[in-house]
Structures are given as structure tokens and as C-alpha cells.
């Protein structure tokens, strides 16, 4: 009778890991990205591609931070010495009742975080 007992609790302490693990990786997948459409939106891509993909945004926030220079060369960007100033705007998007909003931020008119918040409203 035991050995039922202890495969039982072994079976069900499988199943959550697989439930828990499940979970994290959706998770993930929610914090980075953003599908609008059949398009998806990931960090890295420009705010011209967020625009022809998801339309404008329901609410825009737009302020400045400086940072160390940087240019772009074969894909990735390289630092170098001094400051400069930079925009970076929080864009809302509501996309209604049934999906949740999202918030990008843009950096240098780049996606640097993706956040998932509550479900939308009425439009």
C-alpha cells in the first residue's frame, strides 16, 4: 500500500514542476514580447515597426535620459566616451476587454522593456 502512496505523490509532485515550469516560460515570453496581429514585437525593434504593426498608442509619456554614446555596427551597439541625451517614451496599448494592456517603453526609439499589465477597456 505505500509504494501506491509514494508513486502517487511522486506523479503529482512531476505534474507541478511540468504545471510550474509551464508557467514560467509563458511568463517570460509575455515580459519581452508583443503580438499585434500576426506580427510579433520584441526588444530591439524600432518604434517605426510597433506603429505599422499595433497603430498608435492609447497613451503616450515622453521624457529625456542621458546615457554614454553609442553607435551601431554589424548588429550591435558600441559604446564610447562622453553623454548624450536621449528620448524615451512610454507608450500604453489597450487592445479592448478581452486582451491585456501593454506598456513599451522605448529607448532611443528602440523597445527596451515590454510590460504586461491588466486586461483593457471598453473602447
Known amino acids: 500500500m505505500r509504494e501506491g502512496t509514494g508513486s502517487r505523490k511522486l506523479n503529482a509532485s512531476i505534474r507541478l514542476v511540468w504545471i510550474l515550469a509551464g508557467l514560467l516560460i ?3 515570453a509575455s515580459a519581452d514580447s508583443v503580438r499585434c496581429g500576426s506580427k510579433l514585437i520584441t526588444e530591439g525593434d524600432p518604434i517605426e515597426k510597433v506603429r505599422e504593426y499595433c ?3 492609447t ?3 515622453r521624457t529625456w535620459m542621458t546615457r554614454q554614446p553609442r553607435f551601431e555596427y554589424g548588429g550591435q551597439e558600441i559604446p564610447f ?3 548624450e541625451d536621449v528620448p ?3 507608450c500604453t496599448y ?3 476587454p478581452n486582451k491585456r494592456v501593454r506598456r513599451i517603453r ?3 526609439g528602440k523597445v527596451d522593456s515590454i510590460e504586461t499589465r491588466e486586461h483593457g477597456n471598453d473602447r
Open 59 to 61: 497613451e503616450t509619456q
Open 55 to 57: 497603430g498608435e498608442p
Open 88 to 90: 524615451v517614451e512610454l
Open 94 to 96: 489597450d487592445f479592448g
Open 106 to 108: 522605448f529607448i532611443a
Open 26 to 28: 509563458a511568463s517570460g
Open 81 to 83: 566616451e562622453g553623454s
